[in-house]
């Protein structure tokens, strides 16, 4: 039987493994106190979590989970990214590192498991390991990303693009909402910004990259599956959209109306019915009007797009028609319309050599060889991290599929499957690795 955790609930106990590691039942009890213990960092007042890059409760989030990095015997540092990192050596030290991580950073009312779940069944893994005194032919990692949702400063893994080296200087001078650069809130935050290129890792030194992370659609959960292998990450881009109309009085005839809110919302509509007529998912989830008033025509309005595909050009192919689309509305209703991209990720494939060893993973489980395969229309830090090394990620069952939201929630059942899996997986690819070497 599972049981569904919320924010509170008792947890369940199990007993100790042979090998004086926690048992996976009580190790999920313990992430799911854990999780609940996070979620308390949360700058709002109204009880919601919201945990952003650079920020105070990004450092109260990256204390306390080094402090359990620390009690899971692994070395622990903060990279210059203020990525929170930690260490087990292999059998000797200094080897190339297997990382498995996620992050810590969460969107506006935010659910209590999206990233933070795989650092802390990571966290778990590398403890288990350690204290079942298996020596790996490798060292093992753990990363916990500060920022992977881009909610403060729009764009999105920003921890991770500095680990994989691809971090843009330019960056540095996108403001957040408040008008703080991100050059300043590494400053407030303890980081000197000029030592970015110090948190960025050589392919070398890496033998690839774990992450287990909640499905944010309800595809497991419908199929009643614990677990499911990611094939490959949707490509993202995100656009700010402006529409230019004419200001003017609310009794304006028609003719002479030049609305910019009523052609964003016929551009709005033209989005989706363009994104689902070329199989992509499109979502208009900021819009702003200006002057906002209730006796004025919008004279201006801007809004974001976020637009996912499997295929980058599949993806490329649905803006270029949403872009025709727009001049249509645009040009109908005289008005004129601009589009700054303010971020973009190449879709991303897991190697065949992870997903087998997520695989040999999930016949750990009581899932046995029954494994389903996903694809991932969210972004991750996988996909960044693609960029210097192979990937491979796992998805556990949410309650109906709901993420990005406070309802998430994940079965203490699920977790201990999750923690079993990732540590088969680990297992299965330091035997490869003793068979090939
Ligand atoms: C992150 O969760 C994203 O998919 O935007
Ligand atoms: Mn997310
Ligand atoms: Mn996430």
Not at 21 to 31: D, F, L, Q
Not at 80 to 91: I, L, M, S, T
Not at 355 to 370: E, L, S, Y
Request: glycine share 10%.
């Amino acid at each position: 039987m599972t049981t569904e955790h919320q924010a509170g609930a008792p947890s369940s106990t199990g007993a100790p493994s042979s090998t004086g590691a926690p048992s996976s039942t009580v190790a999920a009890a313990r992430i799911l106190e854990r999780c609940d213990v996070l979620a308390t960092h949360t700058s709002r007042s109204d009880g919601l979590i919201e945990r952003v890059y650079l920020s105070p409760e990004h450092t109260a989030v990256n204390t306390l989970t080094a402090g359990w990095m620390t009690e899971a015997g692994l070395d622990t540092w903060q990279d210059a990214a203020g990525n929170q990192c930690a260490r087990r050596e292999g059998v000797t030290a200094g080897l190339p590192a297997l990382l498995l991580g996620s992050h810590l950073d969460t969107v506006p009312a935010a659910g209590r498991y999206d990233g933070i779940l795989g650092v802390l069944v990571a966290i778990a893994v590398a403890e288990r390991i350690g204290a079942s005194g298996t020596e790996l032919p490798f060292a093992l990692e753990v990363v916990a990303f500060g920022d992977e949702e881009g909610t403060r400063f729009g764009t999105t893994l920003l921890g991770s693009r500095a680990l994989d080296g691809t971090w843009q200087p330019e960056w540095l001078k996108l403001r957040d909402a408040q008008g703080v650069s991100l050059a300043e809130a590494f400053t407030a935050f303890g980081l000197d910004p000029a030592a970015l290129d110090t948190a960025a890792r050589r392919p070398a030194e890496l033998l690839g990259y774990l992450e287990v992370h909640i499905e944010q659609a309800p595809v497991l959960f419908d199929s009643h599956r614990a677990l499911g292998i990611v094939t490959s990450i949707a490509g993202a881009v995100r656009r700010q959209i402006t529409i230019e109309g004419h200001a003017g009085h609310a009794g304006t005839p028609w003719h002479a109306r030049r609305d910019a809110l009523a052609g964003a919302s016929e551009a709005i509509l033209a989005i989706e019915t363009v994104a689902r007529s070329t199989g992509l998912i499109a979502t208009v989830g900021h819009l702003q009007v200006f002057p906002d008033a209730v006796n004025v025509i919008p004279g201006r309005v801007e809004f974001s797009l976020d637009l996912r595909g499997e295929h980058d050009a599949q993806r490329d192919a649905g803006w270029a028609r949403i872009t025709a689309a727009l001049g249509t509305a645009c040009e109908r209703r005289g008005l004129t319309f601009t589009t700054v991209q303010t971020h973009t990720a190449a879709a991303a494939h897991c190697s065949p050599r992870l997903r087998a060893a997520m695989a040999a993973g999930i016949r750990c489980t009581a899932q046995g060889a029954d494994a389903p395969e996903l694809l991932s229309m969210a972004g991750h830090d996988a996909m960044a991290v693609a960029a210097i090394t192979e990937i491979g990620m796992l998805f556990v069952r949410c309650t109906n599929g709901v993420s990005h939201h406070p309802d998430e929630a994940v079965t203490e059942a699920d977790v201990a499957a999750a923690i079993d899996a990732l540590e088969g997986a680990v297992l299965a690819l330091a035997a490869e690795y003793v068979q090939h070497a």
